[in-house]
């Protein structure tokens, strides 16, 4: 990507019903926008890949050969001053009505991250200074947390594997706990109440549709309290 896409998409993800809406085309799973710009002098032509990637085109209505320099550091002049306030302006239309905010590190967590937030209007909180991209959900009737999203080396998890990974904690109900550890990608809960919660690694191997039913559970279990033997 180029320095002004770098810039403007910057945390952010695309949302494929907000691009069709702003009238992007989809092919192939992909999604192209075009749109004629300085006069008709030149077609700005994009293209969303993914749920990240985005690709670029200018070309020359005349010589129909693509135009670049307006993304070379230090060339000067009004002519390309102009483009690039165009070509700017346009990404970060694109970027306010086509993207959503990334919250956290990986494209699944951020997508049940908007499921949450519309469902039960809750929003992630950064408590860590020193771990800006962990946070956690909590039940606003309450305060209860319900959701814990970590960056962690895979090897916490399985000494027989490295690398930085994402992972979600929720609360299980007890009973649940020793079938989920049974599933691929489903561990004991990493800093949390073992008893309790359960760890999923978010690399898009578990479905959405059982987190989100996993989810739905944590926020239920959130919401109990506990009955003294007094109370009893």
Not at 207 to 219: G, P
Request: aromatic residues 12%.
């Amino acid at each position: 990507m180029d320095r002004f896409t770098l810039k403007i998409f910057k945390n952010r993800f695309f949302d494929k019903e907000k691009l069709l809406k702003f009238g992007f085309k989809e092919s192939n799973n992909n999604f192209f926008y075009s749109e004629t710009i300085i006069d008709g002098q030149f077609n700005l032509i994009i293209c969303i890949k993914d749920e990240t990637t985005i690709e670029t085109k200018l070309i020359d209505s005349i010589s129909n050969e693509e135009y670049r320099l307006h993304l070379i550091d230090g060339v000067e002049g009004k002519f390309v001053g102009q483009i690039c306030d165009v070509y700017e302006k346009i990404l970060k239309e694109i970027a306010d009505k086509c993207c959503k905010r990334m919250y956290f590190s990986s494209i699944q967590a951020n997508r049940l991250t908007d499921w949450i937030i519309k469902k039960y209007k809750d929003y992630p909180e950064f408590l860590w200074d020193k771990s800006p991209r962990c946070g956690i959900f909590r039940n606003k009737n309450n305060e209860k947390w319900y959701v814990v999203l970590l960056n962690i080396d895979y090897s916490k998890l399985d000494k027989t594997k490295k690398g930085e990974i994402e992972v979600l904690n929720i609360k299980v109900d007890k009973e649940d706990i020793e079938y989920l550890l049974k599933t691929k990608g489903f561990y004991p809960a990493y800093h949390m109440n073992k008893m309790n919660w359960i760890t999923i690694i978010l690399n898009g191997n578990i479905s959405d549709d059982k987190i989100k039913k996993l989810i739905d559970r944590s926020y239920i279990l959130s919401q109990k309290i506990k009955v003294s033997k007094k109370q009893r």
